[in-house]
């Protein structure tokens, strides 16, 4: 957390991940300043790199992804050229929304979403135990979501932020 953010910056950060459609007006007035110093702030904090972006918040299953699926894999070596082919080979691959390399037994973490356990059975099958230089996949299978906006951050009062 940057130490030089005070109320209004925390304020103005919780609004925009709320709506990030407001307008500068709505967004001024809420924080109680004028629109130019507002936007100024907004500016600020985008140059920070504390905003990476403005999104809409989709919903999988109105899309057609009913089902969502985390998928461990280990891979045969570790080493620069087979871990560049296995994540160029996976962000390549729409239904993967959320990919990680990880410690643990495992090497990376992928966050899967597929039409239904079907559609997931034949994505496994003929795109994910294909990938470049797997050793083992391993799927967990969301049953329920409680809590699944993967762009929602939680943003601390001033008074505890570190300094």
Not at 84 to 105: L, N
Not at 135 to 153: N, P, T
Request: some cysteine.
């Amino acid at each position: 957390m940057h130490n030089d953010l005070d109320d209004i910056d925390l304020r103005i950060l919780r609004i925009l991940q709320a709506d990030a459609r407001i307008t500068s007006s709505d967004l001024a007035q809420q924080v109680h300043l004028s629109q130019s110093p507002c936007w100024k702030r907004v500016k600020r904090l985008e140059k920070m790199g504390l905003v990476s972006g403005y999104h809409a918040g989709l919903n999988r299953r109105a899309l057609g992804w009913g089902m969502m699926a985390f998928v461990m894999v280990e891979i045969e070596k570790q080493d620069d050229s087979s871990s560049s082919a296995f994540i160029q080979a996976v962000q390549a691959m729409e239904e993967v929304v959320m990919f990680h390399g990880i410690a643990g037994p495992q090497d990376f973490m992928l966050v899967v979403v597929a039409r239904d356990l079907d559609d997931y059975g034949q994505l496994l099958q003929r795109q994910l135990h294909r990938l470049p230089g797997v050793r083992r996949v391993s799927s967990f299978l969301s049953l329920e979501e409680f809590k699944g906006q993967l762009h929602h951050m939680p943003i601390p009062a001033a008074a505890a932020a570190p300094h």
